[in-house]
């Protein structure tokens, strides 16, 4: 936090100029696409307990193969709020006369003025101590979810889908050798997620700083004001921007936020452990398709997946075989 003699930080929202608008980025950049299927890529045991069950798993993000799940996003978004409570801080020492006032008003002309022209956190300082009070309270809820204890009470449970249901490095990734994709109709998703309090299905946005000058109404709340918190304004920011190297996954997810652990909760052996997931309903009729990965057996494969589906009331859903000619 700023103090009355301390040199004046730099803007966060300076650094932002600098960054390409989205029509001079390159088109792999862009996942606007807003077609009706998003595709869950699973291998055969998942294929099998995802049809036989009727339930896909929402799991605790940071338990999923992204090491960098919330650390990425979090980090920015910690510059961000520590560069928003500077410029709070600067409009308390303002408004109270403090040494260096003149030199204060100066610096804050412009800043307010990026801020109208970003169109996000609007009036900084409008609720003085309550805001800072709001924003110090958050940035101690990121830091200690980024610490080495994760003591933090927030759980977010996610389900990650692909605009691609044949996607050749989703199948290296996540289908594993004889894998499968599952379509799914967005809007079945999306009433899926709207049975959890504060659930969402959202497409992933990639890179902090791209999103941030792109996409910044989708991530930020327009005004600054003494009720803010990490849960209701900026958990979308934390959990839906991901490094820009992940790109090519196109990625929609599904996300069920919790403050604390409830009744719901269930556990899994996973890669780095006991797991903490929760179970998702849908309905039979929001799969669209199944695709068959590349792999070996792979018209006997065809014909299971066909009599899974026909077994559990999904006779209408097409069996799709992969184009990849990737060799498993």
């Given at each position: 936090m700023v103090d009355s003699t301390s040199e004046i930080p730099p803007d966060w929202l300076g650094e932002i100029d600098g960054i390409f608008a989205?029509?001079?980025?390159?088109a792999t950049y862009s996942i606007t696409n807003e077609r009706c299927d998003a595709y869950h890529y699973t291998p055969a045991a998942g294929l099998?307990?995802?049809?036989?069950?009727?339930?896909?798993w929402a799991t605790d993000v940071e338990f999923l193969n992204d090491a960098q799940e919330l650390t990425y996003a979090g980090t920015g978004l910690l510059r961000a709020l520590e560069g928003e409570r500077d410029t709070v801080s600067l409009r308390e020492h303002q408004l109270a006369g403090n040494v260096g006032g003149g030199k204060i008003t100066q610096e804050l002309g412009p800043r307010?003025?990026?801020?109208?022209e970003w169109g996000c956190h609007k009036n900084a300082g409008t609720d003085g101590l309550g805001l800072l009070e709001a924003l110090g309270t958050i940035i101690d809820g990121l830091e200690q979810m980024r610490?080495?204890?994760?003591t933090s009470a927030l759980h977010v449970y996610v389900s990650c889908f692909c605009q691609d249901g044949d996607l050749l490095s989703q199948w290296r990734g996540y289908g594993g050798a004889g894998g499968y994709s599952i379509g799914f109709k967005k809007n079945s998703i999306q009433d899926m997620a709207m049975r959890f309090e504060k659930g969402e299905f959202?497409?992933?946005?990639?890179g902090f700083n791209e999103t941030v000058k792109n996409e910044p109404a989708e991530f930020f709340p327009e005004y600054l004001h003494s009720g803010l918190t990490l849960m209701d304004d900026y958990l979308r920011a934390l959990t839906m921007i991901k490094?820009?190297?992940f790109r090519e996954e196109q990625e929609w997810r599904l996300m069920i936020p919790r403050e604390g652990v409830r009744h719901d909760v269930e556990f899994r052996v996973g890669p780095v452990g006991v797991t903490p997931y929760l179970r998702v309903q849908f309905p039979l009729d929001a799969v669209t398709n199944v695709i068959?990965?590349?792999?070996q057996h792979h018209a006997e494969r065809m014909n299971g997946t066909r009599q899974l589906l026909d077994r559990y009331g999904m006779g209408h859903v097409p069996v799709i075989p992969s184009t990849t000619s990737l060799r498993l």
């Open positions: 989205r029509g001079e980025m390159d099998l307990g995802i049809i036989s069950s009727g339930h896909l307010e003025e990026r801020r109208e610490g080495p204890s994760r959202h497409r992933i946005s990639y490094n820009r190297a068959v990965g590349p792999g």
